[in-house]
């Protein structure tokens, strides 16, 4: 399978929404990435449904939802009806990690893990076979236009290997500060979605860069 790409709505311009998910629809993304903070599990607040269900209106590719959020058992049924597609929770946000998995996917959303760049990949080895979706954080979550750490190579070289030593049909996505530098060394490693906002939406030609980070 050749890698996803999912820019990051956080980046958007959010006085001109449409347009900007207009341009994706357009592009060669394959899903859009739309990043849920609460002000307490990271230190910003995002958006939410409203904006969630704008989206969703005018989108033609899957959404990606990423939440940042404590105790996200207290949303999966609204994130699904606000139009989410991958739901993602994080490991470090969630006191019952599986039982959360699976009343994401008994909501009929594929369902992913987030993990922060603090936490080892190895603690994965019990959910791995339950999840649709690794997301490894390559920033501290939060905000937009990071420095990419590069302690993420290696956890997704272990990741690979979790992957197929259990034969999980989990894709690996990398989140935070991914550009036309790195891309091609994340594909390599493993990599199967990569998140990018800053990247897609400070460039002149977003959908061109689109087009660049779908080349391997
Ligand atoms: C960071 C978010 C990311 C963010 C990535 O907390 O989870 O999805 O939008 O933005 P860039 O690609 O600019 O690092
Ligand atoms: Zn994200």
């Keep these: 399978m050749s890698h996803l790409i999912a820019p990051s ?16 629809n357009k592009s060669e993304a394959d899903w859009f990435h739309v990043d849920i903070m609460d002000g ?4 910003n607040i995002s958006f939410g449904f409203p904006v969630i269900k704008a989206i969703k209106k005018h989108a033609t590719k899957p959404l990606d939802v990423h939440l940042m959020i404590n105790d996200p058992d207290r949303y999966l049924q609204t994130f699904k009806e606000a139009g989410a597609d991958v739901l993602t929770v994080h ?26 760049p603090h936490t080892s990949a190895n603690l994965l080895i019990d959910i791995i076979a339950d999840v649709d979706l690794v997301c490894v ?12 750490i590069e302690n993420t190579y290696h956890k997704i070289a ?16 990398i989140d935070g500060g991914v550009d036309m530098n790195n891309y091609k060394k994340l594909i390599d490693y493993g990599a199967n979605v990569l998140v990018a906002g800053n990247t897609v939406f400070s ?6 860069t689109i087009s660049e980070l779908k080349k391997a």
């Design 9 to 24: 709505i956080l980046s958007a311009d959010f006085a001109n929404i449409q347009r900007d998910v207009e341009m994706i």
């Design 40 to 43: 307490m599990f990271v230190p």
């Design 91 to 116: 490991l470090e946000a969630c006191n019952h990690l599986h039982r959360t998995i699976q009343a994401i996917k008994a909501l009929g959303m594929k369902a992913g893990v987030a993990i922060n």
């Design 137 to 148: 954080m390559s920033v501290n979550p939060g905000f937009g236009g990071q420095k990419f």
């Design 158 to 173: 272990s990741l690979r290997e979790m992957i197929r030593a259990t034969k999980s049909k989990a894709l690996i996505e």
């Design 203 to 208: 460039s002149s030609d977003p959908g061109k």
